[in-house]
């Protein structure tokens, strides 16, 4: 089918709003500035013919592509963030579209020393021919995950135009926040009201993850004795060299992501603060499975217990929640979901890559809230970063294996 694709357009307008979220932030979303690029949405869905269209207080855009087909069919989410990364600035973002890729370096203009070189991005290899869009060298792009929206409101257009196309009920949620760790925190899953769903922010074209580490989130805090440094001698407790020990006492050649691949997890150590009276550590564990991520727990407890063996007047906490788990253990239990995917990847023409994901997805934790929901590609690549980019060929694809998604649906209830 022709389809005269929107998502390149949308994709330009959408990088140029700044929905960057931010961690230290307890409002939700965490920055207003997020809401400025879900109200345009719901502006475009709502003339699309989408009434129901709209933003919450939370941030978070909901809508309705209602069935054109009689016979009933699960209802279906599609899902993409509209927030970018505090990583690196997404103020004032210059999209360049660098036409007909033919293997070239890209120096990205307002900072000469970003440049895109296929050694640093391999997947630049398989490109020849795409439109490529960038930064201009400052910030970073933003195709995390305005790729995955831009893919999901082209899909809507073109099933609006193409009533031929076969679909159940099919419901939109765009949220915030999902790149701190938030992204679902307040999603309304009554108003969803959805049975399957799936988030649209994976990074190779044809990718497919149906399986996510499970995640917990530590905190160590040290209590030290504070004492005048010059009245200390047998008296002061730096908490933050003990910390300090801590951190030395890591293993060096394994449990870290500096030192690990595939399924094997790590304890990561991202957040450091304190005084000598009290200082306080943050770390991510993650694993594949739930044994291994409780051992990690247990591997850091007995580090910090061995530490402070030896500071006898330092007292401690190792305090570890729950961040979210494997998604895989709840699409075993609904086949379908992924099995179809893979299906519309391959109506697409693309070979499809299932995978597991060294990281999570909103889709981690709205699979545990009732929406089994693997993640499919939006065609973003080196996100966080200044050298972010994406093509619009890939977008268009992701497009369109969304419509075939759909329409697989129908076809098999």
């Known amino acids: 089918m022709n389809f005269q694709h929107t998502v390149l357009d949308r994709f330009l307008r959408y990088v ?66 509209m927030d970018t990364a505090p990583d690196c600035s997404g103020t004032n973002v210059k999209p360049i579209i660098h036409e007909n890729y033919q293997g070239q370096d890209l120096v990205l203009p307002d900072d000469p020393t970003q440049v895109l070189r296929v050694a640093n991005h391999p997947e630049l290899a398989s490109k020849t021919g795409h439109d490529i869009i960038t930064a201009s060298g400052t910030t970073l792009l933003g195709a995390d995950n305005k790729a ?39 999603a309304d899953m009554t108003k969803l009201a959805a049975d399957f769903g799936y ?22 805090i040290i209590h030290g004795v504070s004492v005048h440094p010059g009245f200390a001698k047998d008296k002061l407790v730096n908490a933050i060299k003990i910390a300090g020990e801590v951190l030395d006492a890591l293993p060096k050649d394994r449990l870290s992501p500096e030192t690990t691949s595939g399924r094997e997890g790590f304890i990561h150590p991202v957040h450091i603060t304190g005084n000598g009276e009290k200082a306080n550590i943050q770390f991510i564990l993650r694993d594949f499975t739930r044994d291994g991520l409780a051992q990690h ?59 597991s994901i060294r990281g999570g997805t909103d889709g981690s934790r709205l699979s545990f809230m009732g929406l089994p929901c693997p993640n499919i590609f939006a065609g973003e690549h080196a996100f966080h970063s200044k050298q972010e980019w994406a093509t619009r060929q890939d977008m268009e694809k992701a497009a369109e294996t969304i419509i075939n998604l759909a329409s697989i649906w129908a076809e098999k209830s």
């Open 148 to 186: 995955g929206v831009a893919a999901i409101m082209d899909a809507v257009t073109q099933m609006l135009r193409h009533p031929e196309i076969p679909h159940g009920r099919i419901r939109i949620m765009f949220t915030p926040d999902e790149e701190i760790g938030r992204g679902v925190d307040k």
């Open 297 to 355: 727990g247990e591997t850091l407890k007995a580090i910090v217990k061995e530490v402070l063996s030896r500071h006898p007047k330092a007292t401690y906490e190792v305090q570890i929640k729950e961040q979210y788990r494997n998604m895989k253990e709840v699409l075993d239990l609904h086949p379908q979901v992924a099995n179809y995917a893979q299906e519309a990847i391959e109506r697409t023409g693309l070979e499809v890559h299932r995978s």
């Open 199 to 220: 988030t649209i922010d994976g990074e190779r074209v044809g990718s497919l993850e149906d399986e996510t580490f499970s995640a917990d989130g530590a905190e160590v």
């Open 16 to 81: 140029k709003i700044d929905t960057q979220s931010d961690p230290f932030s307890d409002t939700c979303p965490s920055t207003e500035k997020q809401k400025d690029l879900g109200r345009l949405l719901v502006k475009e869905l709502q003339e699309l013919g989408l009434a129901d269209a709209h933003i919450d207080e939370n941030g978070y855009v909901y809508a309705t592509l209602e069935s054109n087909v009689d016979k009933k069919v699960p209802v279906i989410c599609f899902c993409s963030h």
